[in-house]
């Protein structure tokens, strides 16, 4: 077989991300693209694991094994952790403010529950809305979506939050604020919600 282009021959490559394979299409000759599903998967990898690590290894061990600290959202007064919920929501504020600068990279995400103690955190979107209700209805699986806002057309993908530790399940159910007080280990309490511009 003669090769009459480069540009003409598409090239399906395999990368991998700290274990993780994902799918990478690149014209011969150009700079290799990923997949938004791809991208978003790889991202929730990587944010779920450090909130799973930070939870069990940190917020669960000294809280609730240990009992040498408390966890509280008014941590700083408190002289306490910081909550795993809020761990993640003030690294995707800084995320947002350093990609601010990158042009290049041009996504954001955020925690969410249909169930909510901080209300700032309720779904706002219809897809937000659909995702969180399938993800809780539909164990070990994820919801994706293309939805139009603002007039810019995105890629939205949302994963199950669950309990992963005890500390996550006393916290939900004891807080003044919880719309929701029976909470078991292992349940879907929200979801990570990755929103990447198409």
């Known amino acids: ?13 395999m990368a ?18 990923i997949t938004p599903k791809a991208m978003a998967d790889a991202l929730h990898l990587v944010m779920d694991s450090d909130r799973a690590v930070y939870t069990k290894k940190i917020v669960n061990r000294l809280v609730k094994k240990e009992k040498v600290i408390k ?3 008014h941590f ?9 919920a809020q761990m993640f929501r003030f690294g995707s504020e800084l995320a947002a403010k350093r990609a601010a600068d990158m042009p290049d ?3 954001n995400y955020s925690l969410q ?3 909510p103690v901080n209300k700032q955190n309720a779904p706002k979107t219809e897809a937000e809305k659909a995702g969180l209700k399938f993800v809780a209805e539909n164990k ?14 995105y890629f939205t993908a949302i994963y199950a939050d669950t309990a992963v530790a005890p500390v996550c399940v006393s916290c939900h159910n004891d807080h003044k604020d919880s719309p929701k007080r029976d909470f078991k280990l292992g349940d879907v309490m929200g979801g990570v919600v990755i929103r990447i511009p198409l």
């Open 140 to 153: 070990g699986e994820n919801y994706y979506a293309e939805e139009t806002l603002g007039g810019k057309k």
């Open 113 to 115: 529950s249909m169930w």
């Open 16 to 33: 991998t991300l700290g274990g993780l394979s994902v799918a990478v299409a690149a014209d011969v000759g150009s700079t290799p693209s």
């Open 105 to 107: 990279v041009n996504f």
């Open 1 to 13: 077989m003669k090769l009459l282009s480069k540009s003409l021959v598409t090239l399906g490559v």
């Open 76 to 84: 700083e007064d408190d002289k306490a952790l910081v909550l795993p």
């Open 71 to 73: 966890a509280s959202e």
